[in-house]
């Protein structure tokens, strides 16, 4: 089945740097685009970043855009977020999503279990 794992999330300073990684399986990693989406405490889901297959469409919300780096490695099938210049209003559970119908964050097939980023400022 389709299996999504984040990891990489911990609490840094503002201006720090983080990067998460997602690792997937049960599916063609290699055929789909995949996302990064977030939830800050009492807030909705938000699309942050995707990437298609090529690497050559990366899409970032004005929020982390010039800040936020979006990679993967199809051959190891896996999704990075490097996070430079983070802020507080960043402290969020981050998730790696695929199949965000409409890229409607809410509308994600599917998505893994969340990694906690803190910023402090």
């Known amino acids: 089945q389709v299996q999504l794992v984040e990891s990489g999330g911990g609490l840094v300073q503002s201006g720090g740097s983080l990067r998460l990684s997602c690792r997937a399986s049960?599916?063609?990693?290699?055929?789909?685009?995949m996302y990064w989406v977030r939830q800050a405490p009492g807030r909705q889901l938000e699309l942050i970043s995707s990437?298609?297959?090529?690497?050559?469409?990366?899409y970032y919300a004005p929020s982390v855009k010039g800040r936020f780096t979006i990679t993967r490695d199809n051959p190891r099938n896996t999704l990075s977020l490097q996070m430079d210049k983070l802020r507080p209003n960043d402290t969020a559970v981050y998730f790696c999503?695929?199949?965000?119908?409409?890229?409607?964050?809410?509308?994600?097939?599917?998505r893994g279990q969340g990694t906690q980023v803190t910023v402090s400022s």
């Open positions: 049960g599916f063609a990693f290699n055929t789909v685009r």
């Open positions: 999503a695929r199949a965000c119908a409409g890229n409607i964050p809410a509308r994600c097939g599917y």
């Open positions: 990437l298609d297959i090529s690497s050559k469409q990366p």
